[in-house]
């Protein structure tokens, strides 16, 4: 499992992001815009998309130590690893 790690989304390298339903910014942490990169996680991600076939909205991902701390994250939690997506789809009635 390769995981790369940058200080800032936009430092992403474009030739190295190949999950093409979601962007760098939707992956780093919404508290300081870090970003840990994944990719075992995010191909798991990306196959869901694609197995879904419909859009996927990701709350939360990558967190920081302190920014998983300010949102009541749990201690050992696997957004520390970016191995972890809060997600949800638009427009889909859990109940059907």
Known sequence: MTTDYYA?????????????????????????GRIRINEAALDKLQALR?????????????RTPNYNRQVGGAKHSL??????????????????
């Open 79 to 96: 957004h520390l690893q970016g191995a972890a997506f809060d997600i949800s789809m638009a427009n889909h009635d859990p109940v059907d």
């Open 8 to 32: 800032n989304w936009r430092n992403v390298p474009e030739k190295l992001w190949r999950w093409l339903n979601f962007s760098p910014e939707e992956i780093a942490c919404r508290g300081d």
């Open 50 to 62: 694609d197995r879904l076939g419909v859009p996927l909205i990701v709350h939360s991902a990558y």
